[in-house]
């Protein structure tokens, strides 16, 4: 009847949710293979919750807030008989939540001071030892909670689990409940012999003890190194949960990771916060802290709901990795041309910001991760901050056998944007689009480097505004800033411009094209390899007119005689200069220079004075004289006692004879190419 008052979406939603949430439910218990986050789930769960507190005419007695969910008990498995239902844990994530849980208790106990023991949430496999007499007699998985599936045979292989305990004082029957795990260091070296015999690694502890515990004979467990950590026990021993596992504690019991009592949310949340970041150091894997009431009659006091009790919390850490779906690889071309794939993913929370790409770097990155287009992966965010694919966690191929489209990802062999070529360079990992400037991705990037801070430093164009001023048509090369003004009325009626955001760009570019440090300069070029290290190098050794006119092999030379200037480096300088030579003296046009006194000219012709006389074959006199001075020379036309050569051409006429006479050097044309060459 009151369905009927529940209104049709609300319904829908709800038939929804729960079809998901068993699918999720089904994967992560009967399969070990989660197909999202944790967080991700618990917020489909609480939306549930949310829905049924809301609407309680949706509670049906199936529904997955109802029912400890199961590790399937399989059909002809032995099952056991809990001595009392094993529950789950309410799970929260915020102070605030904490806040409301400490409030929600000392209310129901009428105010008395409340007190709780911290525990961490180890991530294992909860497991239930019966003892009769003191003797193990039984070992269970949780099962749905009544019942679980019957692993006694196992248990001599997990560490701390007693099979006699000193019977003395005890009931007959006694239940202990714990967390079976493995220990970080393990897991990581039981993954890697499972990928060195070629097998599925699992994606984390809690999966592995899983599946050792559910599926296999004992010899496996007995490698996989299971530890067994107490959290309750049945019936109540002593006066205190502290108690009963203090009193466990002599018996051969273990709970690695007590963390004390805590009394106020404060105090609660510094131990949070403590144990969060210690969290890397600890032995084992841990998704949050667990805060229990300590005394038993609080929990008598405070009971159950359906699926958890009310007298504990689990408190859970913001992910800090997760498991999303790659949905599809881009590419991005960046100012210097460079491809760099990105990850699409299905959108995931990790620590508290939704993750939606990440860079793949390039495609040696690809390769070695074996990253394909629906992949379930594993992000996380390096140094917390930018997001980065881990790894495929569980190939989608593995999971449906026919899909056939799991294809290996194919680099393009030209760029996206502009149709170029892409070449991959020897010693590089990268591949890049080798149009330059005529690719309008580079051209778009290079424009903003251009005016960027620590290039040119234009005030007021950011990326947007250069891409608009890009689309607009106002701004298509560098060269171009220095003319913006022409456009001056049209600028100034797009939007979010205005006269004084127009004039601020504009006199900052008046003001900047003055005294510009050579360094910046080079550095504003978007030179491939180029930093503003080496820009600044570059700047303190030459002027950008030297570079321009050195003949290019001379360039070369000298350019990888400076010390940590490699060959690719002095290549890509070279290169740039010489296919680029037009637009950068165009630019220049607009420039001045600041005065740099201390440039020191490396050039092999640095303080040598040169005379040239004659006729010459192999070039004009002007160009030979020309590529003198770029290496450094100082060309005269008359002799004297400081000229170092003379060059002589055919019909020298008086200047070969007078050098002879001061026994200055001469030297041929082919002499003085050669001499050349060497640079
Ligand atoms: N990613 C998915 O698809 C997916 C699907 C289902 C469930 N889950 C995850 O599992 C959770 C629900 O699973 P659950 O019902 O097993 O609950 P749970 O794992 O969140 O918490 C209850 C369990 O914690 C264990 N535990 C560990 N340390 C403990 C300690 N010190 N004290 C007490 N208990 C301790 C117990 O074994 C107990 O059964 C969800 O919140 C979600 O995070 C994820
Ligand atoms: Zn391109």
């Avoid at 599946?211 to 006066?239: E, Y």
């Amino acid at each position: 009847m009151e369905n009927f008052r529940i209104p049709f979406d609300i319904q829908e939603e709800w038939n929804a949710l729960v079809t998901e949430i068993r699918m999720h439910n089904r994967l992560y218990y009967e399969e070990n293979l989660p197909l999202i986050s944790d967080d991700a789930y618990d917020s489909l769960y609480r939306r549930l919750v949310y829905l049924e507190q809301r609407f309680p005419g949706l509670v049906t007695f199936d529904s997955p807030t109802q029912q400890v969910q199961t590790s399937l008990l399989q059909d002809g498995k032995a099952r056991i008989s809990h001595l009392f239902p094993l529950y789950s844990l309410d799970s929260v994530y915020s102070p605030e939540e904490i806040a409301q849980f400490i409030k929600r208790t000392s209310k129901a106990l009428d105010g008395d001071l409340v007190r709780f023991v911290m525990e961490g949430k180890i991530d294992g496999l909860t497991l239930a030892l019966q003892y009769k007499k003191g003797n193990l007699v039984s070992a269970a998985t949780r099962g749905d909670g009544q019942m679980g599936e019957n692993v006694t045979q196992h248990v001599r292989h997990i560490a701390h689990i007693p099979l006699e305990i000193d019977f003395k004082d005890m009931p007959e029957d006694l239940e202990i409940r714990g967390e079976v795990y493995i220990e970080k260091e393990d897991f990581e070296s039981f993954n890697r012999d499972r990928r060195h015999r070629g097998e599925l690694c699992f994606s984390n502890p809690r999966n592995a003890a899983a599946g050792a515990l559910r599926h296999l004979d004992s010899v496996h467990v007995m490698h996989r190194g299971l530890k067994f950590a107490v959290h309750g026990v049945w019936p109540q021993l002593k006066a205190s949960y502290g108690e009963a596992m203090e009193c466990l504690r002599r018996l051969g019991f273990c709970m690695p990771l007590s963390y004390g009592f805590g009394t106020t949310a404060d105090g609660l949340l510094e131990c949070f916060e403590k144990v969060l970041s210690e969290r890397e150091t600890l032995k084992c894997e841990i998704d949050g802290l667990v805060y229990k009431i300590d005394s038993w009659s609080h929990h008598d006091r405070l009971g159950y709901r359906a699926k958890s009790p009310r007298f504990a919390i689990a408190h859970k850490f913001p992910a800090k990795s997760s498991i999303t779906e790659l949905q599809d690889i881009q590419i991005q071309v960046g100012r210097t041309g460079i491809l760099t794939p990105v990850a699409i993913l299905s959108p995931v929370l990790l620590g508290g910001v939704q993750v939606a790409r990440a860079s793949l770097h390039n495609e040696d990155e690809i390769l070695k991760k074996d990253l394909r287009i629906g992949d379930r992966v594993r992000v996380q965010r390096a140094g917390d901050v930018i997001p980065q694919v881990c790894e495929v966690v569980y190939p989608r191929r593995s999971l449906d056998e026919t899909n056939t489209d799991r294809r290996q990802f194919m680099f393009p062999r030209f760029c996206p944007v502009c149709q170029g070529p892409v070449v991959r360079l020897e010693e590089e990992a990268a591949h890049r689009c080798i149009s330059g400037l005529k690719c309008s991705a580079q051209k778009i990037w290079a424009l903003h480097h251009f005016v960027s801070k620590d290039a040119m430093d234009i005030e007021g164009l950011g990326l947007k505004n250069v891409h608009r001023l890009h689309k607009e048509g106002i701004l298509n090369e560098v060269v171009d800033l220095f003319t913006l003004s022409q456009y001056k009325n049209h600028w100034m009626t797009l939007d979010g411009w205005g006269k004084k955001s127009v004039n601020g760009v504009l006199e900052s570019i008046e003001y900047k094209r003055h005294n510009v440090p050579r360094g910046r300069f080079f550095y504003a070029l978007s030179i491939p390899h180029v930093g503003k290290t080496t820009a600044n190098i570059l700047g303190k050794k030459f002027s950008p007119e030297t570079l321009l006119a050195m003949p290019r092999d001379a360039l070369h030379e000298i350019l990888i005689q400076i010390q940590g200037f490699g060959y690719v480096l002095a290549q890509s300088i070279t290169d740039f200069f010489h296919h680029n030579a037009a637009q950068i003296q165009n630019i220049m046009r607009y420039l001045t220079f600041e005065k740099n006194e201390t440039v020191q000219v490396f050039l092999p012709f640095q303080g040598k004075h040169v005379v040239f006389t004659g006729k010459f074959h192999h070039a004009p006199r002007s160009r030979l004289i020309n590529d003198a001075q770029h290496l450094g020379a100082t060309v005269s036309t008359h002799l004297s006692k400081r000229t170092d050569y003379l060059v002589v051409g055919t019909d020298p006429g008086s200047k070969y004879l007078k050098a002879q006479a001061l026994h200055i050097q001469t030297l041929t044309e082919e002499e003085w190419m050669e001499l050349l060459a060497a640079f």
